[in-house]
C-alpha cells in the first residue's frame, strides 16, 4: 500500500487492550465478554488484520446505540441433531458467539468425529481465522463460509459495477502437525477485505493494485468513492470470475444453511454488520493413520519451500497463517501502527458513550 503524508503512531498491546475494554464496559459488556471481544480485536491487530482491530469499536458503538448489537448475548443453541448444531447469535458480540459456538462444536467432534456447526444472525464475527486457531489447537481441521447480512452490499459481482453482496470470507484451517504451526487460511472474497479499504481511506492511502469499481464502471486503486461516493462504488470481488463464485457459495451455505439470509433485498437492513457462518469441523484421527498424515505433511510444506525464490528476503514462500504468527511476534515488540484518524474515530466514539480513552501516545 502507498503511504501518504497522514500520521501514524505505534501503539502498545497494553494500551490497545486497555482501550479497546474501556469502550467495550461501557458499550455494556461485562468483564467477561468485554475481555473476549477485546482479545480477538487486539489479536487480529497484532496479526496484522487491522481491518479487524479496534477501529471496529466505532461501529459496534453505532451499532450497540442503534439496537442492532446486543452486548451480553450468548450463543443460543437452537437445534441439536448430534452431529448438527445450529445456533442463533440474537446480534449478540460475534467474537464471544463465535468463540462458545465454536467451542461446542470442538466439545460435540470428541465423540461424533464430524460436526456441522450454524450460526445465524450473529453481530460481526471478527476475523475468521480467530475460530480456524480455535479448532486447529483443539487438533482439529476445520472449514467456514460466511456472508454478511443487514449491511448495505459492498462487492460487486464479476462484470457488475454496483455492490451485490458482502466480503464474504472463507477460512480453511489445519491443525499443526507435530513440530510444525497451524495451516490457516483466512481471506475476504473481495480483493481487499472492506476494513482494509477503511484504514486505507482514514490514512488517505491508496493500494497499488485496482480494488474499486466506480458506479460508471471504472476501476481505481482508491478507497475513497466506497465511503464519499455517491452512488458509491463498490469492492472488486478476488481472482474475477472465480472469486464473485466464491462469494456467492459463501453466500448460499452460510445465508441459506444457517437460515439466516442473503443479502438479497427483500431482507431488511439496518446498517448492522451481522454474520451468518457455516463450519464443518473434522477430527482428522478419525481418517486415517496421523502419524502418516504428519510426515506427509511436513514433506509438502518442506517442497512448497524447495521452489525456486525470485526475492526470498523481501518475498519468501511462506505458508498460510504464517504472515500473522510473525507479524503477531514484531506487533507484540514493537507495538501497531495506528492513523491518527483512526485513532480519532475511536477515541470520539468513546466520547459518545463518556469516556475517554485519551491520546493514542
Ligand atoms: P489477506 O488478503 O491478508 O489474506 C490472509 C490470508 O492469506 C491468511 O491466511 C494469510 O496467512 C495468507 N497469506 C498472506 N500473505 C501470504 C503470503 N505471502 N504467502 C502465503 N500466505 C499468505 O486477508 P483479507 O482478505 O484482507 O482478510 C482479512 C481478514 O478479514 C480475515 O481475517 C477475514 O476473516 C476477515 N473478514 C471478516 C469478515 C466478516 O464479515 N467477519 C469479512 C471479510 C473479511
New binding site residues.
Given amino acids: 500500500m502507498r503511504r501518504s503524508t497522514i500520521e501514524h503512531v505505534l501503539i502498545s498491546y497494553e494500551k490497545l487492550i486497555q482501550t479497546a475494554t474501556t469502550i467495550l464496559r461501557a458499550i455494556g459488556s461485562d468483564k467477561e465478554e468485554a475481555d473476549i471481544v477485546a482479545s480477538h480485536m487486539v489479536e ?1 491487530n497484532l ?3 487491522d ?2 482491530g479496534i477501529g471496529m469499536l466505532v461501529q459496534y458503538v453505532k451499532q450497540a446505540a442503534s439496537g442492532g448489537l446486543v452486548p451480553n448475548t450468548p450463543a443460543h443453541l437452537r437445534s441439536d441433531s448430534g452431529v448438527i448444531l445450529q445456533f442463533d447469535g440474537n446480534r449478540g458480540f ?1 467474537q464471544r458467539v463465535g468463540k462458545e459456538a465454536t467451542q461446542a462444536g470442538i466439545d460435540r467432534t470428541a465423540s461424533t468425529g464430524l460436526t456441522l456447526i450454524t450460526v445465524s444472525n450473529t453481530s ?7 475460530y480456524g486457531e480455535q479448532a486447529a489447537a483443539a487438533g482439529l481441521v476445520s472449514i467456514s463460509f ?3 447480512i443487514a449491511f448495505d452490499p459492498i462487492v460487486a459481482p464479476f462484470a457488475g459495477s454496483e455492490p451485490r453482496m ?6 480453511i484451517a489445519m491443525p499443526g502437525l507435530t513440530d510444525a504451526e497451524p495451516f ?13 479499504a477503511r484504514v486505507a481511506w482514514l490514512a488517505g492511502t491508496e493500494f497499488d493494485e485496482e480494488v474499486v469499481v466506480t458506479p460508471q464502471g471504472e476501476r481505481t486503486r482508491s478507497p475513497k468513492t466506497i465511503f464519499e461516493g455517491e452512488p458509491a462504488g463498490a469492492l472488486l470481488a ?1 481472482a474475477k470470475h472465480k472469486g464473485s463464485g466464491l462469494a456467492l457459495a459463501a453466500e448460499f451455505l452460510a445465508g441459506l444453511l444457517s437460515s439466516g439470509g442473503t443479502m438479497q433485498p427483500g431482507n431488511p437492513k439496518d446498517g448492522s ?1 451481522v ?1 451468518n457462518i457455516t463450519t464443518i469441523l473434522i477430527d482428522p484421527n478419525r481418517l486415517g493413520d496421523i502419524e502418516w498424515m504428519h510426515a506427509e505433511y511436513k514433506a509438502m510444506v518442506e517442497y512448497q519451500r524447495s521452489a525456486h525464490q525470485a526475492d526470498p528476503e523481501n ?10 504468527r510473525q507479524r503477531y511476534a514484531s506487533r507484540m515488540r514493537d507495538g501497531v501502527e495506528i492513523s491518527d484518524g483512526e485513532w480519532t474515530a475511536i477515541r470520539d466514539a468513546g466520547l459518545t458513550l463518556g469516556v475517554d480513552v485519551g491520546e493514542a501516545a
Fill in positions: 487480529a496479526k496484522g488484520h481491518s479487524h460475534g460481526h464475527l471478527g476475523r475468521i481465522g480467530t460466511v456472508n454478511v458482502g466480503t464474504n470470507p472463507i477460512c490457516v487460511l483466512d481471506f475476504a472474497t473481495s480483493v481487499i477485505a472492506h476494513g482494509k478476488m454488520i454474520n518475498n519468501p514462500i511462506l505458508i498460510a497463517g504464517e504472515p500473522e
